[in-house]
C-alpha cells in the first residue's frame, strides 16, 4: 500500500506550530489574563464553535452521497481542527502554572509578569512585557519568558547593564525601568 494512504493518528497533529513546545520537565508559566483568555477559547470551541460544525456536517451527510459532498468534506475537516485545538489547549491548560506578576508591584527586581524598559547599545530604548509562551503578542511588545532577552533581563535590577547574547553576537543593555500590574482590590 502506498505510504500516502496510511491513516496517521490526529496525536500527531496536536502541536501548535507557532507555540513552542515546552521541553518535558520544564515549566508553563502564565498570567492569570492569559489562563482566562485560553480558558474563553477553550471553553468557545466546545460549546458553540463546534457544535455548529457539528450541525452543519450532520446536515450535509443527511443529503446523501458524501464523496462530492463539499459541506461534508470541508466540515470534517474543519471538525479535525477545532478538535486539535480542543486538546491542544487543554493540554496547555493542564501543565499551566498561573504567576500574578501583582505579587512584586513596587519592586525593582525582574521577575515573570514585568514590564521592563531597558536602553540598548544604540541608545534606543525599549520596553517589553515578559509573558508566557501561549499568551505573547509581538504586536503589544511582549515577550516569552524563554526568549532571550527575557533570560537576560530576569533577575536584573534598575540600573543594571547586562550583556545580552544573539545571532548577531553581545551587545550591552542598561535597564531603565520596571513595573508590575497593581494589584486587583477584590
Known sequence: MNK????????????????????PGSRNYITPAGYRR???????LIDNER?????????AASNGDRSEN?????????LRE???RIRFLSK????????????????????????VTYLDEADVERTVTILGIDEVDSSQQQVSWIAPI?????????????????PAGVSEIEVIDVTYPAPSQG
Do not use: C
Request: hydrophobic fraction near 40%; avoid cysteine; glycine fraction near 6%.
Open 38 to 44: 485560553i480558558h474563553a477559547e477553550l471553553l468557545d
Open 4 to 23: 500516502a494512504f496510511v491513516r496517521e493518528s490526529d496525536e500527531a497533529d496536536d502541536e501548535d506550530p507557532l507555540v513552542p513546545a515546552s521541553a
Open 82 to 84: 477545532i478538535d486539535r
Open 51 to 59: 457544535p455548529k460544525v457539528v450541525e452543519i456536517v450532520h446536515w
Open 92 to 115: 496547555r491548560l493542564e501543565i499551566a502554572e498561573v504567576v500574578e506578576p501583582s505579587v512584586h508591584h513596587g519592586s525593582d527586581q525582574i521577575f515573570f509578569g514585568a514590564t
Open 150 to 166: 527575557a533570560r537576560t533581563l530576569l533577575k536584573a535590577r534598575t540600573g543594571d547593564t547586562l550583556r545580552l547574547v544573539t
Open 70 to 78: 463539499g459541506d461534508y468534506i470541508y466540515g470534517k475537516k474543519r
